[in-house]
């Protein structure tokens, strides 16, 4: 396939503080992981590589062989590295093919629905360099400075950003070797090194699990109950 999706799971979960990496804690009888896979597997045929915790890779191979389907000869599982931004790295050095679109996800946003894949992958093919799935900012900004307002911020400037995003491979691969700092996502290591990256619209079952809050969502979504 022309496009790859690598699955970052390599996370401990420290804000959750469930006992045990975050990609391997159940929502209802299926892990985070296995959710997020889900996604991936609903959405355009892709090759897909799932960047799991040291020492639990095996679990990571089971888990996406059984979302995979017919799709099982797609799936690769590598290790993870310190950082979020070392695991994409782990992950687009198993990159293998004739892949032009690859899209970075977080196994954490275990509930993206299928069509998000889909948006990003089209804005790639249709020529952006990098795609960003964005969610409008609700909430009223504040900039302040310890307890000082210092000012509102105007609301119509921002957007709150979720995976998966996409860009054209070669403009990732070469980000990725000019990245000499840690940043906060993919979408500004490669603003950084000189791409132009676009929007589309995200969803909000998007939300990345990251507290125990965010699990208790996740559970009462995916069991249908009002949220
Ligand atoms: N991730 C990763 N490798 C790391 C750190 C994070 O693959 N070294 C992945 C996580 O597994 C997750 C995504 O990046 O799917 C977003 O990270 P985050 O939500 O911060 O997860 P954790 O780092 O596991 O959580 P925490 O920061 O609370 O420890
Ligand atoms: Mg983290």
Not at 11 to 37: C, E, Y
Request: charged share 20%; aromatic share 4%; hydrophobic share 50%.
């Amino acid at each position: 396939p022309r496009v790859a999706v690598v699955v970052v799971a390599a996370g401990s979960g420290t804000r959750l503080a469930a006992g045990g990496p975050k990609a391997f804690v159940g929502i209802d009888d299926a892990t985070i992981l296995r959710h997020a896979l889900r996604g991936v597997f609903a959405a355009p045929r892709a090759q897909v590589i799932v960047v799991a915790p040291a020492g639990r890779e095996g679990d990571a191979r089971t888990e996406a062989l059984e979302a995979a389907g017919d799709r099982r000869d797609l799936v690769s599982v590598v290790t993870g590295g310190a950082s979020r931004q070392d695991s994409v790295a782990a992950g687009l050095a198993a990159l293998w093919g004739d892949v032009e679109v690859v899209l970075v996800h977080d196994a954490a946003r275990a509930l993206t629905p299928s069509d998000v894949f889909a948006r990003v992958i089209d804005a790639v093919q249709a020529g952006a360099a990098g795609v960003l799935p964005v969610l409008p900012v609700v909430d009223t900004i504040k900039r302040v400075s310890g307890s000082t307002v210092l000012a509102a911020v105007d609301r119509s400037e921002l957007a709150a950003a979720q995976t998966p995003q996409g860009f054209r491979r070669d403009v990732l691969l070469t980000a990725y070797e000019a990245a000499s700092q840690e940043f906060t996502d993919d979408a500004a290591l490669v603003a950084d090194a000189g791409h132009p990256v676009r929007t589309v619209a995200g969803d909000p079952r998007a939300f990345k699990i990251t507290t125990s809050a965010d699990l208790d969502r996740a559970r009462a979504l995916v069991a249908g109950d009002p949220v």
